[in-house]
């Protein structure tokens, strides 16, 4: 640039009529100087791209040796991603590496056997959900290779359909549970839509989107916030065949209408009484679907709840009578607003079905038969609260309603929560519930982009440690444009809560990381000083894998609540590739000093990807 700065200037001393006179002459000297700065930028930039292929490789030889049989693969394929724009052919050997060590990986289960040993129903649980190794490799090859991808799912397919024929299985019939090869495709179909292939995606997903289960509905909702129209059309499709599936039962039409009314939240009922239920981490806005789409399902739905039972020795559908009314239960107030006539006939049908019929969970006071249907008013709270207290037999049993009570209010935002927690009269628990109740008004501050309310709360409210950096953390980023130095003071106090937090756990390195990221372009030396103690929290703290999710949750009467807090603003990858391109010698060294493979395998790969991938390099995102 200097050159052109020089070359500019001796232009402008020449009088007009020579400048005429040698145009062309001036010209082509100017295109000249500028090809010779870009040949001198390609010399400076050719020894960091070699430097960062050379360090890919030697992990990637480190990584065969691990003794951590699913680090192995993750680490053998990220680094495949990683150089696929610099060297794809070596790439494409590092996917097939990856593959083989993720086979050896799935074969040993070690993805779903815990040092808690679960039991064989949890097991089956993990395996059937799709997260295995293969699938996360799957993820990676299919951003960058699609016929290699096809090869591995073609794999899957084969391998899945001879142990189903070897153990007599069929596909799942309680249309909650996804076949284990279609729960693999959706995985890695999701994880491509996630990062924007919707194209790519819905290739991989299409022959996985013809049975009705919650991977299939949670993967078309998904896809329905990118591309609406695409989402639809399978959609529609899928009702049509459910219409015509002599199997379609109760459930069938629960886990429709999750795409219709409640999109991330899927449930199912049980014969004998009892749901299972699954809900997106990010609450789903219900969608404004077409009106011909919207009738096809009320139509189809009513045909399928409107068939009759059989006898109950013949009765093998999923839902059996109890599960059907639960259903009808359910979806009748919504039939009542869009379709009255079709609601009078199953009003009539399920006057019927319970006429006889009395069991504990199909009465209406059920939590599931409103949720995500009618979201309770704080008024409706109140009002059932007293009624569940004076029939409370216990002091434990009057804790969980207050607790339940509390926690509901305060995803509203109603203060009130406060005092329903504090009328909890075991210590331990009170303090938990109000803990939760003051962090969720911290996000919900957070969600309208109140940081002066989320400070507030962050220094008044009763909070752990890590809520406290997390909430001062979160309120900096909100104020680092526009109020840097009070943003810089909310960080300091992140840092301070931060140092405060007992024990190993690796909620101090994630926390320490999240301060970095805010920190190294509002101030790059604190940056720097800030991720050596997050290197030192992570050295103590076994658990850090530098992809760890920090979850915040507490158990009600209605089921676990939970508000967990990942993603790039923590993300041990992003604040790598970020020092890389301010100090890319000094980073490499910072990443080598992680202690565990782990973290210390993402930072490398990181600062890699930061010089050879395009754009920037993408989030390095462990599959959960």
Same mark, same amino acid.
């Given at each position: 640039?200097?050159?052109?700065?020089?070359?500019?200037? $001796?232009?402008?001393?020449?009088?007009?009529?020579?400048?005429?006179?040698?145009?062309?002459?001036?010209?082509?000297?100017?295109?000249?100087?500028?090809? !010779?700065?870009?040949?001198?930028?390609?010399?400076? &930039?050719?020894?960091?791209?070699?430097?960062?292929?050379?360090?890919?490789?030697?992990?990637?030889?480190?990584?065969?040796?691990?003794?951590?049989?699913?680090?192995? /693969?993750?680490?053998?394929?990220?680094?495949?991603?990683?150089?696929?724009?610099?060297?794809?052919?070596?790439?494409?050997?590092?996917?097939?590496? !990856?593959?083989?060590?993720?086979?050896?990986? =799935?074969?040993?289960?070690?993805?779903?056997?815990?040092?808690?040993?679960?039991?064989?129903?949890?097991?089956?649980?993990?395996?059937?959900?799709?997260?295995?190794?293969?699938?996360?490799?799957?993820?990676?090859?299919?951003?960058?290779?699609?016929?290699?991808?096809?090869?591995?799912?073609?794999?899957?397919?084969?391998?899945?359909?001879?142990?189903?024929?070897?153990?007599?299985?069929?596909?799942?019939?309680?249309?909650?549970?996804?076949?284990?090869?279609?729960?693999?495709?959706?995985?890695?179909?999701?994880?491509?839509?996630?990062?924007?292939?919707?194209?790519?995606?819905?290739?991989?997903?299409?022959?996985?989107?013809?049975?009705?289960?919650?991977?299939?509905?949670? $993967?078309?909702?998904?896809?329905?916030?990118?591309?609406?129209?695409?989402?639809?059309?399978?959609?529609?499709?899928?009702?049509?065949?459910?219409?015509?599936?002599?199997?379609?039962?109760?459930?069938?039409? %629960?886990?429709?209408?999750?795409?219709?009314?409640? /999109?991330?939240?899927?449930?199912?009922?049980?014969?004998?009484?009892?749901?299972?239920?699954?809900?997106?981490?990010?609450?789903?806005?219900? /969608?404004?679907?077409?009106? +011909?789409?919207?009738?096809?399902?009320?139509?189809?739905?009513?045909?399928?709840?409107?068939?009759?039972?059989?006898?109950?020795?013949?009765?093998?559908?999923?839902?059996?009578?109890?599960?059907?009314?639960?259903?009808?239960?359910?979806?009748?107030?919504?039939? #009542?607003?869009?379709?009255?006539?079709?609601?009078?006939?199953?009003?009539?049908?399920?006057? &019927?079905?319970?006429?006889?019929?009395?069991?504990?969970?199909?009465? +209406?006071? +059920?939590?599931?038969?409103?949720?995500?249907?009618?979201? =309770?008013?704080?008024?409706?709270?109140?009002?059932?609260?007293?009624?569940?207290? =004076?029939?409370?037999?216990?002091?434990? &049993?009057?804790?969980?309603?207050?607790?339940?009570?509390?926690?509901?209010?305060?995803?509203?935002?109603?203060?009130?929560?406060?005092?329903?927690?504090?009328?909890?009269?075991?210590?331990?628990?009170?303090?938990?519930?109000?803990?939760?109740?003051?962090?969720?008004?911290?996000?919900?501050?957070?969600?309208?982009?109140?940081?002066? #309310?989320?400070?507030?709360?962050?220094?008044?409210?009763?909070?752990?440690?890590?809520?406290?950096?997390?909430?001062?953390?979160?309120?900096?980023?909100?104020?680092? =444009? %526009?109020?840097?130095?009070?943003?810089?003071?909310?960080?300091?106090?992140?840092?301070?809560?931060?140092?405060?937090?007992?024990?190993?756990?690796?909620?101090?390195?994630?926390?320490?990381?999240?301060?970095?990221?805010?920190?190294?372009?509002?101030?790059?030396?604190?940056?720097?000083?800030?991720?050596?103690?997050?290197?030192?929290?992570? +050295?103590?703290? &076994?658990?850090?894998?530098?992809?760890?999710?920090?979850?915040?949750?507490?158990?009600?009467?209605?089921?676990?609540?939970?508000?967990?807090?990942?993603?790039?603003?923590?993300?041990?990858?992003?604040?790598?590739?970020?020092?890389?391109?301010?100090?890319?010698?000094?980073?490499?060294?910072?990443?080598?000093?992680?202690?565990?493979?782990?973290?210390?395998?993402?930072?490398?790969? !990181?600062?890699?990807? !930061?010089?050879?991938?395009?754009?920037?390099?993408?989030?390095?995102?462990?599959?959960?």
């Amino acid at each position: 640039m200097k050159l052109i700065a020089i070359s500019l200037s $001796f232009l402008s001393l020449l009088s007009l009529p020579t400048l005429a006179q040698s145009g062309q002459g001036g010209r082509a000297r100017l295109e000249a100087s500028e090809r !010779a700065v870009v040949r001198d930028a390609d010399l400076a &930039e050719a020894p960091r791209r070699d430097f960062a292929i050379s360090v890919v490789i030697s992990l990637a030889k480190e990584a065969t040796s691990y003794s951590d049989l699913a680090l192995r /693969p993750r680490v053998l394929a990220r680094a495949g991603d990683v150089l696929w724009d610099a060297d794809n052919v070596t790439a494409r050997a590092l996917f097939l590496r !990856a593959w083989e060590a993720a086979e050896k990986g =799935d074969a040993e289960e070690v993805t779903i056997k815990t040092k808690d040993d679960p039991p064989p129903m949890v097991i089956t649980l993990r395996r059937s959900s799709g997260r295995d190794l293969r699938s996360e490799v799957l993820a990676l090859v299919a951003r960058r290779d699609r016929t290699l991808a096809d090869e591995f799912l073609a794999k899957l397919k084969s391998q899945n359909e001879r142990e189903a024929r070897d153990s007599k299985r069929t596909r799942p019939v309680d249309n909650w549970s996804a076949s284990e090869a279609d729960a693999k495709r959706l995985q890695v179909a999701s994880k491509l839509l996630n990062e924007g292939q919707i194209k790519q995606a819905l290739e991989i997903a299409l022959p996985a989107l013809d049975q009705v289960n919650a991977k299939s509905i949670g $993967f078309l909702s998904e896809l329905r916030a990118k591309n609406a129209e695409a989402a639809d059309q399978r959609f529609s499709h899928l009702v049509t065949l459910a219409e015509f599936d002599a199997l379609s039962d109760a459930n069938t039409v %629960s886990g429709l209408s999750s795409y219709v009314l409640t /999109p991330g939240l899927y449930i199912t009922f049980k014969p004998e009484g009892g749901a299972t239920w699954t809900q997106s981490e990010q609450p789903m806005a219900p /969608p404004n679907l077409p009106v +011909n789409l919207r009738d096809q399902f009320f139509q189809v739905a009513a045909n399928i709840l409107l068939r009759p039972l059989p006898p109950p020795d013949q009765d093998f559908s999923s839902s059996g009578r109890a599960g059907k009314i639960m259903v009808i239960r359910r979806l009748l107030t919504v039939f #009542e607003q869009y379709v009255p006539d079709t609601a009078t006939a199953l009003r009539a049908y399920l006057t &019927e079905l319970t006429g006889n019929f009395s069991r504990d969970t199909t009465g +209406n006071d +059920n939590p599931l038969l409103t949720q995500g249907i009618k979201e =309770d008013e704080p008024r409706d709270v109140l009002e059932r609260l007293q009624d569940r207290i =004076d029939h409370a037999k216990t002091s434990r &049993e009057r804790d969980e309603i207050y607790a339940d009570a509390a926690v509901t209010l305060a995803t509203k935002g109603d203060v009130r929560a406060r005092d329903l927690a504090d009328k909890i009269d075991d210590s331990d628990r009170r303090a938990q519930v109000r803990q939760f109740v003051d962090f969720q008004f911290v996000q919900l501050a957070i969600g309208k982009k109140e940081a002066s #309310e989320a400070a507030r709360l962050a220094k008044a409210g009763e909070l752990t440690h890590t809520q406290r950096a997390l909430a001062y953390t979160q309120a900096a980023r909100l104020l680092m =444009d %526009s109020q840097r130095q009070r943003a810089l003071a909310f960080l300091e106090k992140a840092a301070d809560e931060t140092m405060r937090i007992e024990g190993n756990t690796p909620d101090r390195a994630v926390l320490f990381v999240g301060v970095a990221m805010q920190l190294v372009t509002a101030d790059p030396v604190r940056a720097w000083e800030i991720m050596g103690n997050a290197v030192k929290a992570a +050295n103590t703290a &076994e658990d850090f894998t530098g992809e760890n999710v920090l979850r915040f949750s507490t158990i009600t009467r209605s089921g676990l609540k939970s508000i967990s807090i990942s993603g790039g603003h923590f993300s041990l990858a992003g604040i790598f590739r970020s020092l890389a391109k301010n100090d890319l010698y000094r980073s490499m060294d910072l990443a080598k000093s992680f202690k565990n493979d782990a973290p210390r395998s993402s930072a490398i790969l !990181a600062i890699a990807s !930061a010089i050879l991938v395009k754009h920037g390099g993408e989030e390095f995102k462990q599959v959960k």
